[in-house]
């Protein structure tokens, strides 16, 4: 496990919204990889922070990135979906502000900004998927129980990376109709991807918390261990394959 710093780093989005990122990398002379980390509606937590920190660990740098402004962040889910939300009006901002991020950690000292991928864990799920859409220069993309209805469609020859979507087979907010969307969206498109579905998770299955979060706001969320790991371990390998 390589030691690691982190630390905060401000970027501007296109609209001016002022965004504050968490950094995390490896101590090494030598640029990496770098990896974006778009958190769940809840905000730029420190459950977003910690997987950050666990890709520095693995020898990636990473960026949690701040989608609200001013890292802005939430237990309550109606808190949650408003400020989700505010993101939507204009269709231009999810894609701005991923965008605007990718850049900020691209011009770290210790990042390679000619291996970049991304991750994202529900609605920051669909953050990096709108991200691969617009032809960022994304080598990989991994997304743990996302949104995955698109802005646009991806269209053929627009996406660079690879996707990979780690689904919970008994995840209400995003049914198994919606997947067979994507697929066929991925199909049209000729984007190489993988989708898992994994037996008895919900929503909000790689985050230790779900429970605590589902009791609190009455939403339909649940922590599995298996198919966290599982999902990690398939996320390491796609990240590995594509910028080791």
Not at 98 to 118: F, G, R, S, Y
Not at 154 to 161: F, I, L, S, T, Y
Not at 167 to 191: I, Q
Request: glycine residues 6%.
């Amino acid at each position: 496990m390589a030691a690691i710093k982190t630390r905060e780093i401000h970027y501007t989005a296109q609209d001016g919204s002022p965004l504050i990122g968490y950094f995390a990398a490896p101590e090494t002379d030598t640029p990496v990889a770098g990896v974006l980390v778009a958190p769940e509606w809840w905000g730029r937590n420190e459950y977003t922070e910690q997987r950050a920190r666990e890709l520095a660990e693995h020898g990636y740098a990473a960026l949690a990135m701040d989608m609200y402004g001013d890292k802005k962040v939430t237990t309550n889910s109606d808190q949650a979906h408003q400020w989700m939300m505010q993101t939507f009006e204009d269709p231009d901002t999810i894609v701005n502000r991923a965008t605007a991020a990718l850049n900020a950690l691209a011009a770290q000292d210790e990042v390679n900004a000619d291996k970049l991928a991304a991750i994202g864990f529900c609605y920051g799920g669909k953050v990096v998927l709108d991200l691969a859409r617009s032809n960022a220069p994304l080598k990989a993309v991994a997304t743990f129980h996302a949104i995955l209805s698109p802005k646009a469609p991806a269209q053929e020859g627009q996406v660079q990376a690879e996707i990979l979507v780690l689904h919970g087979e008994l995840d209400s907010m995003v049914t198994l109709d919606d997947v067979a969307s994507f697929r066929e969206e991925m199909h049209a498109a000729k984007v190489e991807h993988e989708v898992i579905v994994f037996e008895n998770a919900k929503h909000g299955f790689s985050n230790p918390l779900a429970d605590e979060r589902a009791k609190a706001n009455g939403v339909d969320l649940g922590y599995n261990a298996e198919a966290e790991q599982k999902g990690l371990a398939a996320m390491y390998a796609l990240l590995d394959c594509h910028l080791a």
